[in-house]
């Protein structure tokens, strides 16, 4: 048996950065993409996680990641592509139109893959609270102080896939 791993099981310090090649960060994100890419297009009805994040991610013992933990996964039986819904999911990964409104669409994963992307590439936990309990450091906060996005800009998964792949060009940022 394949002892298993995730994502967050990795030490993010310094060390990681230097222990994962960028061709290797690439590899995970383009598993993670093309497993989002399955759930939303290669199924009928298609499958929203509600919950990408680093310790839904697991690697095998050739660093090959698979989405997991589908625990509070929703199938969009609907023909509409937002779902008023309760919200589920993790804090800190949670897309703003959905943890605000309950408007669940498979934009809301792209949002949640688009911070694991981030922790993957900076080296850095989605959010690290300080001793008293607060949020010292969250990375969607630092990423908004950077660039204000919303909803309608972001891509599909799959479109995020083609821009990773350098199949399609990546957008000028609004």
């Not at 959010?127 to 996005?149: C, E, Q, R, T």
Request: net charge positive; proline share 5%; with cysteine.
């Amino acid at each position: 048996m394949v002892a298993l791993k995730t994502i967050s099981s990795l030490p993010w310090t310094t060390k990681m950065q230097k222990s994962l090649t960028w061709s290797k960060k690439k590899s995970i994100i383009l598993d993670v993409a093309n497993g989002l890419v399955y759930l939303h297009f290669g199924i009928k009805p298609a499958i929203y996680h509600r919950d990408i994040k680093t310790t839904n991610i697991v690697l095998d013992a050739g660093m090959n990641a698979r989405v997991a933990d589908f625990g509070l996964a929703k199938q969009n039986f609907e023909s509409r592509s937002l779902i008023n819904t309760r919200v589920a999911g993790t804090h800190g990964y949670l897309a703003p139109e959905y943890a605000l409104y309950g408007q669940l669409s498979e934009k809301s994963d792209v949002y949640n893959f688009g911070v694991v992307i981030l922790e993957i590439l900076c080296g850095r936990k989605v959010l690290n609270l300080s001793s008293s309990g607060a949020p010292a450091f969250f990375i969607s906060d630092w990423v908004w102080s950077l660039l204000k996005y919303v909803a309608d800009s972001r891509p599909t998964i799959l479109d995020a896939l083609k821009m990773l792949e350098g199949d399609i060009e990546i957008p000028p940022i609004p």
